[in-house]
Antibody, heavy 113, light 112 residues
Framework: EVQLVESGGGLVQPGRSMKLSCAAS????????MAWVRQAPTKGLEWVATISYDGSSTYYRDSVKGRFTISRDNAKSTLYLQMNSLRSEDTATYYCRAGSPHWGQGVMVTVSS | DVVMTQTPVSLSVSLGGQTSISCRSSQSLVHSDGNTYLYWYLQKPGQSPQLLIYKVSNRFSGVPDRFSGSGSGTDFTLKISRVEPEDLGVYYC?????????FGGGTKLELK
């Protein structure tokens, strides 16, 4: 069974950093492109970043470019999202996604003083 | 950025009835490899999104044949027949052809 388990969320002050992790199991992690998708409270889905299966290519939405870094460790079957210079508008539930079909349960990030 | 416009924003349907959701993109979603990376997701209350349809018209594993996707280029439709209680939630279209990837605004399906 495919499982994606996010961790690392919580409350953080504006301007500070936070790192999310997504532990994958039940499939060959190194074969899949991975993505982070977020959802602000009561809002729709918003793509954040994508990384290729081998980590050689990364893509970001403009609003996080230069602040967020997506990375992966295929030996550990784990996806990461390093978030720096956090803003209140980054407050959301962050989901990791494997390929197109597989989603984690999400982790909440609240940016507030 | 490719804008994905979903209509309607909300739908009220009777159990056993049929309905459809439209999704229009501001640019063609035909990729240079010839595929059209248009997906449909359903997000049930309190849950993560789940994939229903991939590449316009292909049902994902385990998705009932009550769900069907169609369209091409910039104009796409999700049809749901014989609506059941477990179909309720918010439907999103999503394009995986262009960066940045974009979602439609969502269509909330409710019971009449």
């Amino acid at each position: 069974e495919v499982q994606l388990v996010e961790s690392g969320g919580g409350l953080v002050q504006p301007g500070r950093s936070m790192k999310l992790s997504c532990a994958a199991s039940g499939f060959t992690f190194s074969n899949y492109g991975m993505a982070w998708v977020r959802q602000a409270p009561t809002k729709g889905l918003e793509w954040v970043a994508t990384i290729s299966y081998d980590g050689s290519s990364t893509y970001y939405r403009d609003s996080v470019k230069g602040r967020f870094t997506i990375s992966r460790d295929n030996a550990k079957s784990t996806l990461y999202l390093q978030m720096n210079s956090l803003r209140s508008e980054d407050t959301a539930t962050y989901y990791c996604r494997a390929g197109s079909p597989h989603w984690g349960q999400g982790v909440m990030v609240t940016v507030s003083s | 950025d490719v804008v994905m416009t979903q209509t309607p924003v909300s739908l009220s349907v009777s159990l056993g009835g049929q309905t459809s959701i439209s999704c229009r993109s501001s640019q063609s979603l035909v990729h240079s490899d010839g595929n059209t990376y248009l997906y449909w997701y359903l997000q049930k209350p309190g849950q993560s999104p789940q994939l229903l349809i991939y590449k316009v018209s292909n049902r994902f594993s385990g998705v009932p044949d009550r769900f069907s996707g169609s369209g091409s280029g910039t104009d796409f439709t999700l049809k749901i027949s014989r609506v059941e209680p477990e179909d309720l939630g918010v439907y999103y279209c999503y394009q995986g052809t262009h960066y940045p990837r974009t979602f439609g605004g969502g269509t909330k399906l409710e019971l009449k």
